[in-house]
């Protein structure tokens, strides 16, 4: 009898752990920055390759933690003392970026531009899919490179805080590290 009920007792524990949901394992994140040109390119890495970038019309201070599935941080600006507070939620279902507050889904783009000229900023989404990008300095001043709203973004932030408007001629953006 007593075998018959540690038998019970343990068939019903296998059964209770082989039905929990231990969900998809968790997503490893990291932050990282870069100044291209006269801007800060503040970036969320997803696993091995770029989740989300949010450009910064000014040189700054960025700062940031990263853990299983998010990043958060900020960037302060060098002038003028602007902060942008940044997060970044990656999961296997959804996954979204909030700038200052306001959340944006990162299906629908995951580069950002914040020109800080204006009272209040302004963000701008761009509908630009990251895959393919390593998580890496180099990828960023490629995507740099690449988008033309990246680009005329770099090389107005480069020209001051006259209009955002698109300018003639591609930007020549370095990397500082």
């Not at 503040?42 to 770029?50: G, H, I, N, Q």
């Not at 302060?76 to 902060?83: A, D, L, W, Y």
């Not at 895959?131 to 690449?146: C, F, H, I, M």
């Not at 805080?161 to 001629?169: E, H, K, L, Y």
Request: hydrophobic content about 40%; charged content about 15%; some cysteine.
């Amino acid at each position: 009898m007593l075998r018959k009920t540690i038998l019970s007792i343990v068939l019903l524990v296998i059964a209770g752990l082989s039905s929990c949901d231990k969900g998809p394992p968790p997503i490893p994140v990291d932050w990282k920055w870069v100044w291209v040109g006269s801007t800060t390119a503040w970036y969320a890495t997803r696993d091995t390759v770029l989740g989300a970038v949010v450009w910064v019309d000014r040189p700054g201070q960025p700062s940031g933690e990263a853990s299983w599935g998010q990043a958060k941080g900020e960037v302060k600006t060098n002038t003028e003392g602007i902060v942008v507070k940044i997060e970044c939620h990656f999961g296997e279902d959804s996954s979204t970026a909030t700038i200052d507050g306001k959340s944006y889904d990162l299906t629908k783009g995951a580069v950002f531009l914040v020109s800080t000229h204006q009272v209040p900023y302004q963000v701008r989404q761009l509908p630009l899919n990251l895959t393919g990008y390593p998580a890496a300095p180099t990828a960023v001043q490629a995507l740099a490179n690449n988008s033309p709203d990246v680009a005329a973004f770099v090389a107005a932030a480069a020209a001051g805080p006259a209009p955002t408007t698109s300018p003639i001629g591609p930007p020549v953006p370095q990397i500082k590290h």
